[in-house]
């Protein structure tokens, strides 16, 4: 069984910057495409940003410019990093990792922007 942990969230003003971690246990995650996804008061979970096994990566258009995706398969930890935040990013932040027909999550970890 695969588990996540996301952190790094917290309240930051708009215009500022934050990095999210995920951490993955197990041996599988260099194996796995990772994505950030996130989910807003009284909002549907939407996709955020997606890292491929092989290090392609995707960005939702409203994020694409301000985010930026990573990874570190020798710690089994993806990264987003959040730069020019809106208060319309406010939201839980969750990672995904997918391997085959698989899906984990993590419990998310919440970013709120103040204007």
């Known amino acids: 069984q695969v588990q996540l942990e996301e952190s790094g969230g917290g309240l930051v003003q708009a215009g500022g910057s934050l990095r999210l971690s995920c951490v993955a246990s197990?041996?599988?995650?260099?194996?796995?495409?990772m994505g950030w996804y996130r989910q807003a008061p009284g909002k549907q979970r939407e996709w955020v940003a997606t890292?491929?096994?092989?290090?392609?990566?995707k960005f939702a258009d409203s994020v694409k410019g301000r985010f930026t995706i990573s990874r570190d398969n020798a710690k089994n930890t993806v990264y987003l990093q959040m730069n020019s935040l809106k208060p319309e990013d406010t939201a839980v932040y969750y990672c995904?990792?997918?391997?085959?027909?698989?899906?984990?999550w993590g419990k998310g970890t919440l970013v709120t922007v103040s204007s």
């Open positions: 197990g041996s599988i995650f260099s194996f796995s495409d």
């Open positions: 890292i491929t096994s092989a290090g392609s990566t």
């Open positions: 995904k990792l997918s391997l085959n027909v698989a899906n984990y």
